[in-house]
């Protein structure tokens, strides 16, 4: 595998149906999803159940063909197993070229929610349209070098927006300070929306990601690798509120 005051919103986004008070955000929900892409991926059921039990909010399945980026991780017969021994909201990442192939195969296996790349597709409101009409949610991102105006026009018309802190493909990369203005930009014209931050992010550096507005967190090596991952959940959780309660009073 990869706070708050609660209150009914009318957008309830990708995670669960509750929205989280504070300024630049007001109804967005801190949700954290550890990456399993740096567990243990010959025991995936402990591993969920691991991370779920130390206090995840869902889980982030990274999904690589070799094509849209170097590495190859798994498939839907993979999640569709993992399926059968998580009830964890499954926020499919897919790192692949030609998305639109894989939408059915995903749904089948049970994926909650499908994010695909704007760089990996000709036509994305089809895509969309195909995600919603297979049941899933829909996730949108872009990679480091993207500029985020590239995706402004689809913002409607999805659940989620992924802002890559690394470039994907490979774990344990160092974080991009200098994406953060485009979770800004973003947060500051939807201030209901799930806004993801995927690479590098951990307790060093929850408050930057707070600060720009940013609500569903991956967290892979500071969470997976962890002795304590509970303990680092629980930290990140506290320093993201703690920095939101900041900015409150500003």
């Known amino acids: 595998l990869k706070l708050i005051v609660m209150a009914t919103c009318s957008n309830s986004g990708s995670v669960g149906s509750t929205c989280a008070t504070g300024p630049g955000h007001a109804g967005a929900t801190l949700k954290i999803g ?29 999904v690589m063909d070799g094509q849209f980026v170097p590495n190859i991780t798994f498939g839907h017969p993979v999640v569709k197993c993992l399926r059968q021994k998580t009830k964890a909201f499954f926020d499919m990442h897919m790192m692949v070229a030609s998305p639109e192939k894989w939408v059915d195969g995903m749904a089948d296996a049970g994926a909650d929610q499908y994010t695909f790349h704007i760089e990996a597709t000709d036509s994305p409101k089809e895509l969309i349209r ?36 690394v470039e994907p493909g490979f774990g344990g990369q160092k974080f991009m300070q ?18 993801e931050v995927d690479g590098g992010v951990g307790p060093s550096n929850i408050e930057l990601v707070a600060e720009a507005g940013a609500n569903m967190i991956v967290s892979g090596t500071a969470v997976v690798k962890s002795d304590d991952p509970k303990a680092v959940i629980k930290s990140l959780r506290a320093k993201y509120s703690e920095r939101r309660s900041q900015l409150a009073h500003i």
């Open 178 to 195: 200098d994406m953060m203005p485009k979770v800004q930009y973003i947060r500051s014209r939807y201030p209901e929306l799930d806004i």
């Open 34 to 62: 550890p990456s399993i892409l740096n567990s243990d991926l010959s025991n995936l059921q402990l591993e969920a159940s691991r991370l779920m039990d130390s206090g995840a909010d869902y889980l982030h399945l990274d």
């Open 130 to 165: 195909q995600i919603r009409e297979a049941g899933m949610k829909v996730g949108i991102g872009i990679k480091p070098k993207t500029s985020v105006e590239v995706i402004e026009s689809y913002v409607d018309f999805v659940d989620m927006v992924l802002i890559m802190t």
